[in-house]
């Protein structure tokens, strides 16, 4: 959210137009506003691109056959980092943007069947089969839905999307790689504006846990990166330590005298 501001400053006659169409279609057709500004975006980078970019596109992807290797060295320097990353930057924050949002996540079952989804996937190329922390946050809010039992139409629609995109994974590649990474992160940003607010919104929502749910956005949002481990799990870590540390039973003042 906060490089669409950025994106505003460095690109303003790209970026403004389409946040403020957000803005207008915010208010009369709500359901609206974020898919025609992200084509409004595409189209106006497009425009200021030209079309040079083509030559250098694929229509179609090249299907090539890659023979799994078994090796201890890769299994352990990649594997093990790999699942690290991934539960710390999307399982984790994942199941904690569904619980936000009232769902009631059955977490091993859900960790066991993505860990033998990306086993099973991992012979095809695959080797990220999770619950898609970003993806959950759009789909998981009031904008996919009013029905909170209806909103699995849009996971649904969306694994539709990228189908197609995996088709012309080629063409799309191509376009992505001709724009500056500072309006892709613009448009990302603006998509998720909603599910910040409601995010947001009922993370502060109880004030006993109002604190460590502020350090939590923190710790987040500064990006920060130890030990090759990025910032969603360090925030996690922090807000927990917090939260442990207010429910911390403490002596009174003054007890027994």
Known sequence: VINTVRAAVDYPFLVIPFVLVWFVLNRIATVWAT???IVLAFGLVNADLGWGW???????PNFEIVVPAFELIPILSIGIPLYLITMASQNLPGIAIMKGFGYEVPVRPVIT?????TMIAS????FGMNLAAITAAINANDQAAKDPARRWV????GGLVYWLFAIGAGLFAAFVLAVPSELLLAVVGLALLPSFIA???ASLEDRSTRLPAAITFIVGAAGISVFGIGGAFWAL???MLVLLWERLPLARAGRDG
């Open 35 to 37: 898919p025609v500004a």
């Open 54 to 60: 083509l030559e250098t596109a694929r229509l179609l």
């Open 113 to 117: 069947s993505t860990g033998i989804a």
């Open 123 to 126: 012979f095809f190329g695959g």
């Open 154 to 157: 849009a996971s649904f629609v």
């Open 199 to 201: 995010s947001i919104g």
């Open 237 to 239: 870590v922090a807000g």
